[in-house]
């Protein structure tokens, strides 16, 4: 996950002989999560991950506090083949609160659905609570820690950033 910047942290799941880049295609015997699905609020938009979602994380950025309305988004990432829309592209918009991303939405609801950054263009970021089962991807990091709202203090142990984090092997 990245927001607008940097940020490929580890993996998650820590899964023996994946590969993390391009296709998202998993090696050797390891279990593959196939079909996580998720939505918007109202139900109008719905969406399938064909890969599990890696490099998940907390966003205390306040481009994500605000458009979340929330102190903090999670996102996880897949190759961009693999998000797919199954119900609701019409309902789908898209804005640029910055050059080099594009968030998309939920124009029904409101709901933030994904990031993507034009520096990773095989890449997007899924907001993890659309997920229909948020609890399957855990994140593991914070990012943007100088912006954490001071009474929604991280109560983990996860590693903190007070920017976007380390740059990754890109
Ligand atoms: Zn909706
Ligand atoms: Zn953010």
Redesign the pocket.
């Known amino acids: 996950m990245v927001c607008y910047r940097g940020g490929r942290l580890a993996a998650y799941p820590p899964t023996p002989n994946s590969t993390l880049s391009g296709s998202g295609s998993w090696g050797g015997a390891a279990p593959r999560a196939l079909d996580m699905r998720g939505g918007?609020?109202?139900?109008?938009?719905r969406y399938r991950l064909a890969s599990t979602p890696v490099d998940t994380g907390w966003c205390h950025c306040r481009l994500c506090q605000k458009v979340a309305g929330a102190p903090a988004l999670v996102f996880g990432t897949v190759p961009i083949g693999d998000f797919l829309i199954e119900q609701?592209a019409e309902?789908i918009g898209a804005i640029s609160l910055v050059d080099h991303g594009v968030r998309q939405f939920?124009r029904?609801?409101g709901?933030p659905l994904t990031i993507q950054v034009v520096h990773q263009p095989g890449r997007i970021d899924v907001t993890i609570a659309s997920l229909d089962d948020p609890a399957a991807v855990p994140p593991g990091f914070h990012i943007w820690m100088a912006s954490a709202i001071p009474w929604a203090e991280p109560g983990d142990d996860l590693p903190r950033f007070d920017d976007a984090g380390r740059d990754g092997p890109d």
């Open positions: 918007c609020a109202c139900g109008r938009v609701g309902q939920a029904c609801c709901t």
